[in-house]
């Protein structure tokens, strides 16, 4: 199954058999001073920087959340849209929990979006789905229902059911979903990672769409958070995970050895061209 967005140049096409896609999530206020004052000034050259470092460092897809408290997040996100859209090809994930704020983007949007996102909640249904369907957008689905965030595998499973069918009876196609199984972090809930692998094998089996993981909840409150979250990425990937939503320059490495070694680099390619500007930036540093 592929899951395709886009930009006004550029198309990422998601899939098992296509090498992992990176959403970089730079661009977002949450423990970041510096972003959140600028945002609040108005000033968006930091997120015209940010979406273009991103984009060199290797993520395929540019997460946008402007929601800092004091900002107008409905007036602000279009103009973000707009500025990273002029900085970069590279397609954008639209993150906010204010619905008008994502319809504002939309309206500016060029091409096919990526929204972030959707849950199980009956409210979160009713406002997210109709906006995914009139801008023919594709959405990240998260498995969260009205109790909450589950802790076992059986629950996951069952609010990607129930997301894929709201998706589907509202008329939007199956493979415009990504799912997110969500994990807890390791240090409280020493089962958390065994029952999101689980989680995203059964799904991926039973219901065939893209899955989507973040990189750091896993690890919170842990030390070595980076050699967690690597370990983390290649085995969501191993089973089943197709899109990640990371600091691309923190795990890039990482991701192309694994899909390396999962058979989605022909001849290496990917991983070499990789090792030779890696090789060639500590050179001129």
Same mark, same amino acid.
Request: proline share 4%; net charge neutral; charged share 25%.
């Given at each position: 199954?592929?899951?395709?967005?886009?930009?006004?140049?550029?198309?990422?096409?998601?899939?098992?058999?296509?090498?992992?896609?990176?959403?970089?999530?730079?661009?977002?206020?949450?423990?970041?001073?510096?972003?959140?004052?600028a945002?609040?000034?108005?000033?968006?050259?930091?997120?015209?920087?940010?979406?273009?470092?991103?984009?060199?460092?290797?993520?395929?897809?540019?997460?946008?959340?402007v929601?800092a408290?004091?900002?107008?997040?409905?007036?602000?996100?279009?103009?973000?849209?707009?500025?990273?859209?002029?900085?970069?090809?590279?397609?954008i994930?639209?993150?906010?929990?204010?619905?008008?704020?994502?319809?504002?983007? !939309?309206?500016?949007?060029?091409?096919?979006?990526?929204?972030?996102?959707?849950?199980?909640?009956?409210h979160?249904?009713?406002?997210?789905?109709?906006?995914?369907?009139?801008?023919?957008?594709a959405?990240?689905?998260?498995?969260?229902?009205?109790?909450?965030?589950?802790k076992?595998?059986?629950?996951r499973?069952?609010?990607?059911?129930?997301?894929?069918?709201?998706?589907?009876k509202?008329?939007?196609?199956?493979?415009?979903?990504?799912?997110?199984? !969500?994990?807890?972090?390791?240090?409280a809930?020493?089962?958390?990672?065994?029952?999101?692998?689980?989680?995203?094998?059964?799904?991926?089996?039973?219901?065939?769409?893209?899955?989507?993981?973040?990189?750091?909840?896993?690890?919170?409150?842990?030390?070595?958070?980076?050699?967690?979250?690597?370990?983390?990425?290649?085995?969501?990937?191993?089973?089943?995970?197709?899109?990640?939503?990371?600091?691309?320059?923190?795990?890039?490495?990482?991701?192309?050895?694994?899909?390396?070694?999962?058979?989605?680099?022909?001849?290496?390619?990917?991983?070499?061209?990789?090792?030779?500007?890696?090789?060639?930036?500590?050179?001129?540093?």
């Open positions: 199954m592929e899951t395709k967005v886009s930009g006004a140049k550029k198309e990422v096409i998601i899939s098992i058999n296509r090498p992992t896609v990176l959403i970089g999530e730079r661009i977002n206020p949450t423990g970041k001073k510096k972003l959140a004052e945002l609040n000034s108005g000033d968006l050259d930091i997120v015209r920087k940010e979406a273009i470092a991103q984009v060199a460092a290797g993520a395929d897809i540019i997460d946008i959340n929601n408290p004091g900002v107008n997040d409905v007036a602000l996100l279009p103009k973000a849209v707009k500025i990273v859209q002029e900085a970069v090809d590279a397609p994930c639209l993150d906010s929990p204010n619905t008008a704020a994502i319809e504002a983007a !939309l309206k500016v949007y060029k091409g096919k979006a990526l929204i972030n996102s959707v849950s199980g909640e009956e979160s249904l009713k406002r997210v789905l109709p906006l995914v369907k009139e801008y023919g957008a959405v990240i689905g998260l498995v969260q229902d009205d109790e909450g965030i589950p076992n595998a059986d629950r499973v069952a609010i990607a059911y129930k997301i894929i069918n709201a998706v589907e509202a008329g939007i196609p199956r493979e415009d979903v990504i799912i997110d199984v !969500l994990a807890f972090a390791i240090g809930e020493s089962k958390s990672g065994l029952d999101v692998l689980e989680a995203i094998r059964r799904i991926r089996e039973e219901l065939g769409v893209n899955m989507a993981m973040g990189a750091s909840n896993i690890s919170f409150g842990m030390p070595d958070r980076p050699i967690i979250n690597n370990a983390w990425l290649s085995a969501v990937i191993a089973a089943g995970a197709t899109a990640l939503i990371v600091d691309a320059a923190k795990v890039r490495p990482s991701v192309l050895a694994t899909d390396l070694i999962l058979g989605r680099d022909r001849f290496a390619r990917r991983f070499i061209e990789d090792h030779r500007k890696r090789e060639q930036a500590l050179k001129t540093q």
